[in-house]
């Protein structure tokens, strides 16, 4: 890789640099020998590792570091009042948000795979990496969540492979400049920005168009609305599915042994390639399976590495990640925060041994909860309990009054046994006083709510 355009930036300071991507980022160009500051609003993990690493890391704001920088990086979350953001305007200090940085370094590799989709962007962009590491490619690595393997969400190569998790959120995909697209699925999510799914299948193919005349796009064959962005391309796709018989890799004999982890036969062109065996749960990991194998079958990585980079993949996490036990019961953590996405973590409990299921879950965005509360209601009443949380505003005011009590009334008509619970002490002590051995608890959720596993698994260690 060259990072030639990026050279005149000597010094780059990151407004928000604690969160995930933009930690990853810092400690690529920090690798790559560029000074970088930055400053976040709350110390945190990745605060503390980037701190560990050398970097200068202010806790709340920093005018000087301001005044030192040639460029200044910032999240979209950061509100246009912030202190160092407006300061930097008044400085006339050159500015780019996080999505259009990170595609400034995108054209910095010739082999840039971009992992998109509405849900299982983290998984498959780990599975992908994993094979990668296996086969010894070096690869650097963006992806949105912890993976054991690297022991972070970011690792840096030195090849030119850069494997990133591509998200469609404000668009921010159609900042990046990939070689490969990789298309999960495309599902009616962030309606507070997208308004509706034609504007984000539109989305979707305005990224396609983002591939140069010899870029490659592997897409799933099951999935509806992929399939019409798929009629408006032109470039070469490589199609996946389990369903679809008429796509390039399916799948066959599928198996779950007794903790759900499948064993399957892959074909390519309807021709027997290999045989598969993975160490996360479901189904639909199949299909993020297949889209790997496609992805590395392009990229002429070899087939032992392939499957053993998938055998020894064991999740990213919260992503039905088992996180510990409380009195023998076993805690499930899911970041699944879309109807979709609650119906995989749902049927993944299915798959599991077990007396009742209790779903613990936390609305993420008031938006979200407004635009799917029926859609929420109609998956949710299959857990045997739900308690439900307050809602996870992130970054949003409640303009409209929706609250977990609207959920609460609708899953009550179909299944009595939820209960709305306004804090984490008061689920961890409803848990305490009625879960009993054989039950599994489940917390789902892209906000804090694991601290409720947590906190139980703590309490048990702790008595």
């Not at 690297?150 to 190569?157: D, E, F, L, V």
């Not at 045997?384 to 959920?407: F, V």
Request: aromatic residues 10%.
């Amino acid at each position: 890789m060259k990072f030639e355009s990026l050279q005149k930036y000597k010094k780059i300071h990151m407004i928000g640099i604690g969160g995930v991507s933009m930690s990853g980022l810092a400690e690529l160009l920090s690798h790559f020998g560029f000074i970088i500051t930055g400053s976040d609003a709350h110390e945190s993990e990745n605060t503390n590792h980037l701190k560990s690493l050398g970097l200068d890391i202010t806790i709340g704001h920093n005018r000087k570091k301001i005044e030192e920088a040639d460029l200044v990086v910032y999240t979209a979350a950061i509100p246009s009042n912030d202190e160092e953001f407006v300061y930097a305007k008044e400085k006339k200090i050159q500015m780019m948000e996080r999505s259009e940085f990170l595609g400034e370094i995108t054209k910095c590799y010739q082999e840039c795979i971009c992992i998109s989709g509405t849900h299982g962007k983290t998984t498959t962009t780990s599975m992908i990496s994993m094979c990668f590491l296996q086969a010894s490619k070096d690869p650097t690595i963006e992806v949105g969540a912890y993976l054991k393997s690297i022991g972070g969400n970011n690792k840096t190569g030195n090849s030119e492979y850069f494997i990133l998790e591509a998200c469609e959120y404000v668009d921010s995909f159609l900042k990046f400049n990939p070689h490969a697209i990789v298309i999960l699925n495309i599902d009616n999510d962030h309606l507070d920005y997208f308004k509706n799914l034609e504007n984000i299948k539109n989305s979707f193919y305005k990224f396609t168009e983002r591939l140069n005349d010899t870029g490659i796009i592997i897409a799933n064959l099951d999935d509806e609305n992929t399939k019409d962005v798929l009629k408006k391309t032109k470039h070469t796709v490589i199609t996946y599915g389990i369903k679809n018989e008429d796509a390039s890799f399916t799948a066959t004999n599928i198996k779950l042994d007794n903790y759900g982890y499948p064993t399957f036969d892959c074909l390519k062109n309807k021709e027997y390639y290999e045989t598969f065996t993975l160490n996360v749960h479901g189904k639909h990991n199949i299909l993020n399976a297949l889209a790997t194998i496609a992805t590395c079958d392009y990229y002429k990585l070899e087939k032992q590495d392939i499957k053993e980079g998938l055998k020894n993949f064991t999740g990213a996490n919260r992503r039905f990640e088992k996180i510990g036990e409380y009195e023998n019961i076993p805690i499930f953590d899911d970041y699944a925060h879309h109807p979709t996405e609650i119906k995989t973590t749902y049927l993944c409990s299915t798959e599991i041994s077990h007396n009742k299921t209790w779903a613990i879950f936390e609305p993420h965005t008031y938006s979200r909860t407004e635009s799917h509360l029926t859609s929420f209601a109609n998956i949710l009443k299959n857990f045997d309990h739900i308690i439900l949380a307050p809602i996870y505003a992130a970054r949003e005011q409640n303009k409209t009054g929706i609250s977990s009590q609207d959920l609460e009334i609708l899953i009550k008509k179909e299944n009595p046994n939820c209960i709305f619970l306004d804090s984490y002490e008061k689920i961890i002590s409803y848990l305490k006083e009625n879960v009993k051995q054989g039950d599994i608890i489940i917390t789902i959720g892209a906000g804090t709510i694991n601290k409720v596993g947590y906190q139980l698994i703590s309490k048990r260690k702790n008595s």
